[in-house]
């Protein structure tokens, strides 16, 4: 029996304010999806991109506020996985939860690699897309394995890069408007091919990749200084600075560029910025949004080789998974699996297939979460926390079983495969561990040596 959460003492320090919090959040969501998708959803619902972004957002904030609850309910809880053990008490149900984000960062980062490979490298080289995308996994690697705080220190660099680019791109639009180029009828648009009602809807489901991000702030709760006031003002302040960056962008692009030619780029904000005739080089913004992408797929990487680390050392995974580089003490075995799994990701589909199933994967997240905060409503915690009014949850699952329905059959075969291959580790792990606590009865699982422990 565990003590109550506000009994417990944390190991780690307070150190996060309001304002980084918001910074991590926004740092998280906003960037690389808009820079890779934007011509995928105007291809969907013509030139209302604005429209489909709106309602992604909107569906975002519902699961949001799951999380907020959940989030300072249990400061102390480790994210979507944690918030369904306490629910469901199954192990299973647990794991499937925390390999659903693993497998959805794999996912995201193969097709961010798509994306850099695209035509945003066009300016610096002219290589074939599948093979550049390889070798951009490759380096993201060996950045990963170098160690975390490398990453994070070239991650504070990128997000500033990054956010310049989408801030860059609106004061062109808007400078090219104000000499009475571009056509701002085409905003309220849509698709002819298809309904206004099915173009917004299967749009959206493109958009909501890019509000994505959010949820990983649930891991560093523990660190937040007055976490039941601060996390819920950071979580929504972030998601609706980037929802207005993400509109204004969507109505940019349509202004710039007719909605076909947006489709058939795979650096459509490069295009956009051609398109305002003001001279900026192809080199330099495709440089900002090359940085935009990879910072994305770094970011992803090193959460999901984590993850995988974390799961082995639970036994949730195969052990091997939790070895380490003597020195540098990141998870080696883990880089390797996940990157590996990353690049045999690249050679199945393309950037919109691998989005909507980064999509799919993170809704079977997304309504664990929300089912989690309705059936622990029943557990009562002494400390002030946020709640989020009853019905809130119940549109948030109905919200992702909407979007569920949105997905083709070759995203859900390639989901199922995933969780099909996730299942195997699984009962490999327990069969593992089974065997050798059979064949070694008086083994103790111990720590790791001190120079075999994770970086921290």
């Given at each position: ?294 910072n994305g797929a770094l970011l992803t990487m090193i959460m999901a080789s984590r993850l995988a680390f974390g799961m082995a050392e639970q036994s949730l995974l195969p052990r091997v998974l939790g070895r380490v580089l003597p020195n540098r003490r990141t998870p080696w075995v883990a880089i390797v699996i996940t990157t590996v799994a990353a690049m045999a990701l690249t050679l199945t589909g393309d950037l919109q297939s691998l989005a909507e199933t980064v999509v799919l994967l993170l809704l079977f997240v997304f309504i664990s979460t929300n089912t989690a905060v309705l059936v622990l409503r029943k557990d009562i915690v002494e400390h002030e926390h946020f ?70």
């Amino acid at each position: 029996m565990t003590a109550p959460l506000n009994a417990q003492e944390s190991k780690l320090k307070k150190a996060i304010s309001g304002p980084l919090l918001y910074l991590f959040i926004l740092g998280d969501v906003l960037g690389a999806g808009i820079y890779a998708l934007v011509g995928k959803v105007a291809g969907e619902v013509g030139g209302a991109i604005w429209i489909p972004l709106l309602l992604a957002l909107f569906l975002a904030m519902l699961t949001a506020a799951s999380y907020a609850e959940l989030v300072t309910k249990y400061p102390k809880a480790g994210g979507a996985a944690i918030f369904a053990e306490r629910a469901f008490k199954v192990p299973l149900v647990s794991f499937l939860v925390g390999f659903c984000m693993l497998a959805a960062g794999v996912t995201s980062a193969a097709g961010l690699s798509l994306a850099f490979a695209g035509d945003y490298l066009k300016p610096f080289i002219d290589v074939p897309t599948v093979p550049a995308a390889l070798v951009f996994l490759l380096l993201v690697a060996l950045l990963n394995g170098r160690g975390v705080k490398e990453s994070v220190r070239a991650n504070v660099v990128m997000t500033v890069i990054e956010v310049s680019g989408l801030v860059l791109v609106i004061v062109l639009v808007g400078m090219m408007l104000g000499r009475g180029d571009g056509d701002a009828s085409r905003v309220l648009e849509f698709n002819p091919e298809v309904s206004p009602a099915v173009g917004i809807l299967a749009a959206s489901l493109l958009a909501y990749y890019s509000f994505v991000g959010f949820e990983t702030s649930a891991n560093v709760a523990e660190e937040v200084r007055d976490v039941h006031r601060v996390y819920p003002k950071a979580l929504f302040g972030a998601l609706l600075t980037a929802g207005g960056v993400y509109v204004l962008i969507g109505l940019a692009s349509s202004i710039a560029l007719p909605p076909d030619e947006l489709n058939e780029s795979s650096g459509p904000l490069l295009q956009v910025v051609q398109a305002t005739g003001f001279g900026v080089p192809d080199w330099l913004f495709g440089l900002v949004a090359l940085i935009a992408v990879a910072n994305g797929a770094l970011l992803t990487m090193i959460m999901a080789s984590r993850l995988a680390f974390g799961m082995a050392e639970q036994s949730l995974l195969p052990r091997v998974l939790g070895r380490v580089l003597p020195n540098r003490r990141t998870p080696w075995v883990a880089i390797v699996i996940t990157t590996v799994a990353a690049m045999a990701l690249t050679l199945t589909g393309d950037l919109q297939s691998l989005a909507e199933t980064v999509v799919l994967l993170l809704l079977f997240v997304f309504i664990s979460t929300n089912t989690a905060v309705l059936v622990l409503r029943k557990d009562i915690v002494e400390h002030e926390h946020f709640r989020v009014p009853t019905v809130i949850p119940y549109l948030a699952l109905a919200s992702c079983v909407l979007l569920l329905f949105q997905q083709g059959a070759d995203i859900w075969l390639r989901a199922a495969i995933l969780l099909l291959i996730g299942l195997v580790f699984f009962f490999l792990a327990k069969w593992i561990g089974s065997k050798q606590r059979k064949d070694h009865p008086s083994d103790q699982p111990a720590s790791l040596p001190t120079k075999d422990r994770l970086e921290p």
